[in-house]
């Protein structure tokens, strides 16, 4: 038997048993899924600060209302977050505002409500596939315990077909079933990093957006008054 040969990392996946191959398959699988949904997140999120800071930028410049929100009207389909709060807010605002006798309560209540209805569709929307990256990071690491698990008790239970056991004998079952460990550690422990940064990133995101929506109420009940 050449050894050498057996425990090369080509030699030890093609030489596991069926269902650690099974096993490095899956994670394997999971592994590339979770880095596709890794670049995924970190554009959207990229692209989602960028215009966040764009828009706040803009809004206080001190241009008018209606005027901003005509231009996050004609640009709707590049419109981000910040863009569709304010404009799901203003719309509700001049919707209201366009009544007689509606009292103001009511008007900022109506206005709350659409802001906060936009503002968790988009939070929803950033949060996409996070938790899929959570249960790999959770997860992977125990699938590939039990590939290795199941590896090792082949590899000794192959001992009871030799006379004299050697290390040679057992060396390559266990090194074929460690790799299975390995493979897991690959797959969760950039899932876990990816998760807990974007998670960060999307909390700040979210107070950005809790705090406009604070402001932005309160600009629109002063222009009630006015």
Not at 87 to 90: I, K, L, S, T, Y
């Given at each position: 038997m050449n050894i050498a040969q057996d425990l090369s990392l080509l030699?030890?996946?093609t030489n596991a048993s069926v269902l650690v191959q099974l096993v490095m398959l899956l994670l394997l699988l999971v592994s590339l899924m979770s880095w596709w949904y890794i670049f995924l997140k970190m554009f959207a999120i990229s692209r989602a600060t960028r215009k966040?800071?764009?828009f706040e930028h803009d809004f206080w410049s001190g241009k008018d209302l209606n005027a901003l929100y005509q231009g996050v009207m004609n640009a709707r389909r590049r419109t981000g977050s910040l863009e569709k709060i304010f404009?799901?807010?203003?719309r509700e605002f001049s919707k209201f505002k366009r009544q007689t006798g509606v009292d103001i309560?009511?008007?900022m209540d109506g206005t709350r409500r659409a802001m906060r209805a936009t503002y968790q569709r988009e939070v929803?929307?950033?949060e996409t596939h996070l938790s899929f990256l959570a249960t790999v990071g959770s997860v992977s690491p125990y699938v590939g315990l039990f590939g290795t698990v199941w590896g090792i008790m082949n590899a000794f239970r192959g001992?009871?077909?030799v006379a004299q056991a050697t290390l040679a004998h057992v060396a390559p079952g266990i090194a074929e079933a460690l790799v299975a460990t390995a493979m897991g550690l690959f797959a969760a422990i950039p899932a876990v990093v990816a998760y807990n940064r974007?998670?960060?990133d999307i909390d700040r995101l979210a107070i950005r957006?809790?705090?406009f929506m604070e402001e932005f109420s309160n600009i629109l009940q002063r222009q009630t008054h006015a």
């Open positions: 030699g030890m996946v966040t800071e764009q404009e799901a807010g203003f309560s009511v008007v929803d929307r950033l001992l009871s077909n974007y998670a960060r957006f809790e705090s």
